[in-house]
């Protein structure tokens, strides 16, 4: 349990999850990393630090380093648990460590752990001198909570950037240069999706103030260290903070019988026959927060479900309100399905699309086995009105 050194006199002392499997709801088939920064000047200073059951592992990369009694302050990005549950266990070994986090992060810290401790608390502006160096404190408020900050060394040219640029993947490499990019740019736009989307403006504010800094290297609370990629990761974060979408359909659906079955693939084989590049996704087979990833560059969303009790498949109904959590702005819903009598499936979804403000397009409603001819004319339909979406 060594630490990783970054520069001279910062390393990484975080731990990794090699089993994490669910993390807020979502996915993480390739587990996750807590983060966690140690920099040695004339203050020690810890950025950071790991979920409680992880904490030997950080304590043993501290202890690489320097005895964890000599830290002398301890800075909180964020208050979740997964940043902030060992800071009661490290505390007892840095029991006069001082505590720097925003008033809304301080508030939750001893909100969180009733520990009553005094936590100075830093705004737009504050800054902290270490010695050699001085951390600039930026406040980025709702990326993706309220007490949320960035943290920033000029003197080593590093953003400490919480959960912005983060990824979940446990790996024994730490820096972006290690390994294959394509899979980090993969789990960057799960993350994204799955945890940042909803804050979109907020992000925009947030790379604005990145670009005016002097950044050689991003230190996220997740992941892969950058180093040689940020451009392209700065790309990506003004792509999907912007919401720029492609020419492509998602087609996302559960069948009872088969019939929504069958409208969802003349539904993606239509879109493609219009030069729409296009998805098809059963529930039953995909994941959720898989899906999320697939839509944050999706311009047409369509989601199916025959009538079941009067409301829609239970499992459309969980991605539903995971979808509507997220907020992708910007979209064009198609809602469709079968139905047997009540046929309310439909105007379920379509009013849900009207809820997200999505430009919505004429929903799709067969009764019972939809025949051949039904399905060549409603996709006769539906590529007139691709047409005029273009």
């Known amino acids: 349990m060594k630490a990783v050194k970054i520069k001279d006199n910062v390393y990484w002392v975080g731990a990794v999850d090699w089993n994490l499997r669910n993390f807020h709801g979502y996915l993480t088939q390739r587990g996750s990393t807590y983060n966690s920064y140690l920099i040695i000047d004339d203050k020690v200073t810890l950025i950071d630090n790991v979920k409680s059951y992880l904490f030997e592992e950080q304590l043993e990369r501290i202890k690489s380093v320097i005895d964890p009694s000599k830290i002398d302050i301890i800075i909180q990005n964020h208050i979740e648990m997964d940043h902030s549950g060992s800071l009661p266990l490290i505390k007892e070994y840095c029991p006069n460590a001082e505590i720097y986090a925003t008033a809304k992060g301080a508030e939750g810290l001893n909100r969180h752990f009733k520990k009553n401790w005094q936590i100075n608390v830093v705004s737009g502006g504050s800054t902290l001198k270490l010695g050699k160096r001085q951390i600039a404190f930026v ?10 900050m960035v943290s920033y060394s000029g003197y080593d040219k590093i953003l400490f950037s919480n959960d912005a640029f983060g990824q979940h993947i446990a790996s024994q490499e ?11 740019e993969e789990e960057a736009a799960k993350y994204y999706a799955n945890i940042v989307l909803p804050y979109g403006a907020q992000v925009v504010k947030a790379l604005k103030v990145a670009s005016e800094l002097d950044i050689e290297w991003i230190l996220p609370s997740h992941g892969l260290i950058w180093h040689d990629h940020i451009p392209r990761l700065m790309e990506l974060y003004d792509i999907w ?6 020419n492509k359909a998602l087609v996302i659906y559960d069948s009872m019988w088969g019939s929504t079955e069958l409208m969802a693939k003349m539904i993606r084989d239509t879109f493609e026959e219009s030069g729409v590049v296009a998805e098809l996704y059963n529930l039953q087979k995909t994941h959720m927060s898989d899906l999320m990833t697939r839509i944050l560059d999706a311009r047409y969303i369509c989601i199916g479900s025959p009538t ?3 409301n829609i498949l239970p499992t459309v109904a969980a991605f539903l309100t995971y979808f509507k959590g997220l907020a992708p702005k910007g979209r064009k819903g198609l809602a469709f399905g079968s ?3 009540g046929g309310q499936s439909i105007p379920i979804l379509d009013k849900a699309f009207e809820e997200m403000k999505f430009e919505k397009m004429n929903p799709i409603k067969m009764k019972f086995i939809p025949d051949g001819s039904e399905l060549e004319s409603a996709s006769e339909k539906l590529k007139i009105e691709i047409e005029q979406f273009k």
């Not at 406040?139 to 949320?148: F, I």
């Not at 730490?174 to 980090?184: A, C, L, N, T, V």
């Not at 903070?241 to 492609?246: D, F, G, I, K, Q």
């Open 139 to 148: 406040p980025t408020p709702m990326v993706h909570w309220p007490d949320n």
């Open 174 to 184: 730490r820096f972006d240069s290690e390994y294959p990019m394509g899979i980090i």
């Open 241 to 246: 903070a912007n919401n720029r979408t492609v």
């Open 308 to 310: 079941l009790n009067n």
């Open 339 to 341: 139905y047997g009598w």
